[in-house]
């Protein structure tokens, strides 16, 4: 009787409590709330730019400044993902956040209801063309009518047929409707040469540079558009300290820091071929190899072949989203699996750390019998993280594929997640995602192993 009564007071406390919280936001929730709560609630959406999960971690460009400008405050900041502007913008006026962390383009209409601060970005739309293709690089956009350009339904397209109107005609514009293919895909085409032109924002065609050097994005076809970061009209005081915190920290090390990460770093792994047949010798880690594959039941050359993708058997890189080591472990990654802090750049340390990473990935995928196929998954999971391997099984179950075969079933997935339609299908639960990596990754390693067995003896 006692243990009900404790409960009942229990459960009347925490609806108290919710309602002062609700009340307090519905008062007026500005600066001195959020210092008082210790946190800073921001709200955003998955992009490439702005805010994803990597290898189990939260990244993203904006993302990372929503974080130092919390830190500016001395409070925490918490996430909340919307699927749409239009859900993101309800999300604040419902006051489930405190501040839209995404860049928001800046409008007469919206400037009636929000205040702009913080974070501003000036974008502009450009062409993706190849750098050093068989045509040379479009400088003008006249140089445009009679060229064939591939687009994405929507504000690109519509650029694109004024700007061909304004041209008087002659730009040939394939709308690309099908939901399967994402701007990235396209900027993808781009740089392998299966299309000449696209069209995207210059900040995204920055970072997709990145991964494809080969790509020239300096053909402007817009005016700028200015986005910003922006707040509820009553909370002016959260609206000053994010413009003061943004005027000062353009130059902070931490902002430089985020703009090269995402910006300006390659995230396209040199290649290097130090196989030596001659030797029967993969790399100078061979015997690491040998004495810790059999923990994990694994060909030793398949460890070898993993990392070998990972690092190059450099065992002092330190990859754009911060994995380290010869085996490329992020730093809670590597904490979680017992290297000790200050040895990541130790090859048997980050070879003991991956085999008990891929041990523990292995009994989270144990619904998968055949020990072969759990192998695809480990290292699918190795490169993106669980969570969005158990997304890409979700789709493909969902869609009608097998989601215990990776090849042609669920690897279709990873390379649909960084399509809107399918990152905020409610099957899926960790969002955008860029998986033609992971999709390349594993079927890159299952290459290289097929051509170590081949080379090397066991």
Not at 324 to 343: C, D, E, I, N
């Amino acid at each position: 009787m006692k243990k009900a009564f404790y409960l009942l007071i229990l459960l009347f406390a925490c609806i108290a409590c919710n309602t002062q919280s609700k009340e307090g936001r519905e008062k007026g929730y500005d600066l001195p709330q959020v210092r008082d709560s210790g946190e800073l609630v921001a709200l955003t959406l998955y992009s490439s730019t702005s805010y994803f999960i990597y290898r189990g971690e939260a990244m993203g460009f904006q993302y990372e400044l929503g974080e130092q400008f919390a830190q500016s405050l001395g409070v925490k900041l918490r996430i909340k993902v919307a699927n749409s502007t239009s859900e993101l913008f309800q999300m604040l006026m419902d006051k489930e956040g405190d501040i839209i962390t995404y860049p928001l383009p800046v409008t007469k209409t919206r400037r009636d209801s929000l205040l702009f601060c913080g974070e501003e970005v000036v974008t502009h739309q450009v062409i993706v063309q190849q750098s050093n293709g068989k045509n040379k690089p479009l400088k003008d956009v006249t140089e445009l009518i009679g060229k064939e350009v591939h687009v994405k339904p929507g504000r690109y397209y519509h650029r694109l047929i004024n700007l061909n109107e304004e041209l008087g005609g002659g730009i040939i514009i394939h709308k690309v409707n099908a939901d399967s293919v994402s701007m990235e895909d396209l900027i993808t085409q781009v740089s392998r040469g299966d299309i000449l032109y696209t069209v995207c924002d210059n900040d995204v065609a920055q970072l997709n540079k990145t991964y494809y050097p080969n790509l020239d994005i300096s053909l402007s076809i817009s005016y700028d558009q200015l986005s910003s970061w922006a707040v509820r009209k009553d909370s002016l005081m959260l609206a000053e300290a994010a413009n003061k915190w943004n005027e000062a920290n353009q130059t902070s090390s931490a902002y430089n820091a985020s703009m090269k990460r995402y910006f300006e770093i390659s995230k396209a792994a040199p290649s290097i071929n130090i196989l030596s047949i001659q030797e029967g010798k993969i790399s100078v880690y061979d015997d690491l190899f040998k004495k810790y594959a059999p923990e994990i039941g694994w060909d030793w050359r398949l460890l070898a072949a993993l990392a070998y993708q990972e690092s190059n058997f450099d065992p002092d890189v330190t990859s754009w989203a911060g994995a380290r080591g010869l085996m490329q472990l992020m730093p809670s990654t590597a904490r979680a699996m017992g290297v000790p802090p200050g040895m990541e750049d130790n090859p048997e340390e980050s070879i003991k750390g991956a085999i008990n990473y891929i041990t523990a990935t292995s009994r989270s995928l144990r619904m998968i019998q055949d020990d072969k196929e759990r192998i695809n998954f480990i290292l699918g999971a190795y490169n993106a993280g669980l969570g969005h391997i158990y997304d890409a099984m979700a789709l493909a179950e969902k869609y009608g594929k097998n989601k215990y075969i990776w090849e042609d079933n669920v690897e279709e997935f990873i390379l649909l997640k960084n399509n809107e339609e399918y990152y905020n299908d409610p099957v899926v639960k960790n969002g955008y995602f860029r998986g033609t990596e992971t999709y390349n990754f594993v079927r890159d390693i299952n290459a290289r192993f097929e051509l170590y067995k081949m080379k090397i003896k066991s």
